[in-house]
């Protein structure tokens, strides 16, 4: 039963994307990836983070197409709430799985699944490769260079300051530093 819930919120979560356009497939292949990774890694519930961490931006196009992106986790978690009633598992998973949704950007966390997938997410821009191509659709969307760069340079910080666990701050931490010189870099 979770492999069908797994395979429908990925399901939900493409054609999210495919709407509006956001998070990008790489970002969203990249943290799923890593989530999962993470989970055999930690030796955690596998089914909850995987279905975590493809709700955890089921609303972000929609958010950012409304002027919304701040609003896009609280979005989220009530779209995934909404999601998960159709099937019948336990309150305990459901509640699970909010929490991985609604801890996405946040650096406390009192369920390791939450954490994960936080981690996880932070991969989408403090991947070198990730954080390139994020900076380049800022530019396609017309936004001015130092606009776009300064946006990137928040995202990078942002997702650096809520990494949590060591082996992913162990991963990025050369990912970070080469970011970090390509901002520096460009503004001078």
């Not at 609280?74 to 699970?96: G, R, V, W, Y």
């Not at 396609?140 to 910080?157: T, W």
């Amino acid at each position: 039963m979770m492999e069908d819930i797994i395979k429908k919120a990925e399901e939900y979560a493409l054609s999210e994307i495919e709407k509006y356009g956001l998070p990008s497939i790489l970002n969203f292949n990249t943290s799923n990836k890593k989530a999962e990774e993470l989970a055999k890694k930690f030796d955690v519930d596998e089914n909850i983070v995987k279905i975590g961490i493809r709700l955890i931006d089921i609303k972000l196009g929609e958010a950012a197409k409304q002027g919304k992106i701040n609003e896009h986790v609280k979005m989220s978690t009530d779209a995934a709430e909404k999601f998960l009633s159709q099937f019948n598992i336990p309150q305990e998973t459901k509640i699970k799985i909010f929490k991985c949704v609604a801890g996405h950007h946040s650096t406390f966390w009192d369920l390791k699944e939450a954490e994960i997938c936080a981690n996880a997410d932070c991969y989408r821009f403090l991947l070198v490769k990730n954080w390139l191509v994020f900076l380049h659709s800022l530019g396609e969307r017309g936004d001015e260079f130092e606009k776009s760069l300064k946006y990137a340079k928040e995202k990078a910080e942002e997702k650096w300051n809520i990494l949590s666990l060591e082996i992913c701050k162990k991963e990025l931490t050369s990912h970070y530093k080469i970011i970090r010189e390509i901002i520096n870099k460009a503004k001078s």
